[in-house]
């Protein structure tokens, strides 16, 4: 059984920066899509920013110019600058492939003001 392993989330003031990374403790067979999503308390999650199996990316229009998303093989990575408070959320990585898609267990992101 394949999971997805979150890291990099925490604590960090206005304007700061962290790096969100999402691996599979196992090998994914033909990866297409690999994105990022986040839940705010009391709201529905919303998709984050997203990278094809071909390198194009998307982005929800709060975060573009802030956040970049890559991917290096069976990784995906969130990089977040210029952090707001309205970015704290728990964020999940989400891997979809040609067999199966996969959520990862959630990280906690906190920006204080």
């Given amino acids: 059984q394949v999971q997805l392993v979150e890291s ?3 604590l960090v003031q206005a304007g700061g920066s962290l ?3 999402c691996a599979a403790s196992g090998s994914i067979f033909s990866i297409n899509v690999m994105s990022w ?3 705010a308390p009391g709201k529905q999650r919303g998709l984050v920013a997203i990278i094809s199996s071909n390198g194009i990316t998307n982005y929800v229009d ?3 110019g802030r956040f970049t998303i890559s ?7 969130l990089q977040m600058n210029n952090l707001k ?3 704290t959320a728990v964020y999940y990585c989400y891997i979809v ?4 898609h996969y959520w990862g267990q959630g990280i906690q992101v906190t920006v204080s003001s």
Avoid: A
Wanted: hydrophobic fraction near 10%; charged fraction near 35%.
């Fill in 8 to 10: 990099g989330g925490g």
């Fill in 19 to 21: 790096r969100l990374s």
């Fill in 37 to 39: 999503y986040r839940q």
């Fill in 62 to 64: 709060s975060v573009k």
């Fill in 71 to 77: 991917r290096d093989k069976g990784t995906v990575y």
């Fill in 85 to 87: 408070p309205e970015d």
């Fill in 97 to 100: 492939s040609q067999r199966s």
